[in-house]
């Protein structure tokens, strides 16, 4: 079964510091888009950032980035100087083989600690 | 330039009830899909439509619906309202791409919360 994994579904961290969240996804496809959606308590799913996967180069927004690993299938998401509004669940998304749909995984909820 | 909006923001029905929700997609934009998203999950893809027609439908009954209008906004028909229809539905829009997905970048309107009692 096709499926996108995050496996943290709870992370902390200290404001100022980074932090790390993990995604793994299946797909057969060689060209294709991942994205990382921020989704806080007003529950308003606001994009983070885009992968395009024929760029071997990480993507990088702002303090967000990227470690894309295609050949492993996997796609973490980088916070750097980690700020209160980070706070919110964080889901990965990626295209299923085939047709014009996206999964998305279960979700990360990050906390931000004072 | 405005984004995407969705109406209403908050549904209460009961079961056996019929929900029509609606999407007005982000400027530019000409594919919209539609998502459900119960409470600590991630959106489940229900379908998406293009130039007016479903192209492609997630693992959902035949009691949701949709329709695509020529201004590119959407409706969800839910028929037949269950317990299990509680949740909140997603709108997102995005221009109809050739890559894995079939889209270019999605993005989100702020969703409509239905409750079924």
């Known amino acids: 079964a096709q499926t996108v994994t995050q496996s943290q579904p709870e992370m902390s961290v200290q404001e100022a510091e980074t932090v790390t969240l993990s995604c793994t996804y299946d797909t057969s496809e060689s060209d294709y888009y991942l994205f990382w959606y921020k989704q806080p308590p007003s529950r308003q799913m606001i994009l983070v950032i885009r992968q395009e996967a024929y760029k071997q180069q990480n993507a990088t927004e702002n303090r967000f980035s990227v470690n894309f690993q295609k050949a492993a299938k996997s796609f973490s998401l980088k916070i750097s100087d980690s700020q209160l509004g980070d706070a919110a669940m964080y889901f990965c998304?990626?295209?299923?083989?085939?047709?014009?749909?996206?999964?998305f995984g279960t979700g990360t909820s990050l906390t931000v600690i004072p | 330039d405005a984004g995407v909006t969705q109406s209403p923001t908050h549904l209460i029905k009961t079961r056996g009830q019929q929900v029509t929700l609606r999407c007005s997609p982000k400027s530019g934009h000409d594919t919209v899909s539609w998502y459900q998203q119960a409470l600590g999950q991630g959106p489940q893809f229900i379908f998406q439509y293009y130039e007016e027609e479903e192209r492609q439908r997630g693992n959902f009954p035949d009691r949701f619906s949709g329709h695509q209008f020529p201004n590119y906004s959407s409706e969800l028909n839910v028929n037949a309202l269950l317990l299990g229809d509680s949740a909140l539905y997603l709108c997102?829009?995005?221009?109809?791409?050739?890559?894995?997905?079939?889209?270019?970048?999605?993005?989100f309107g702020p969703g409509t919360r239905l409750l079924v009692l």
């Open positions: 997102a829009s995005s221009l109809f791409g050739t890559l894995a997905g079939g889209q270019e970048t999605q993005y």
């Open positions: 998304a990626a295209p299923k083989n085939t047709g014009n749909q996206f999964y």
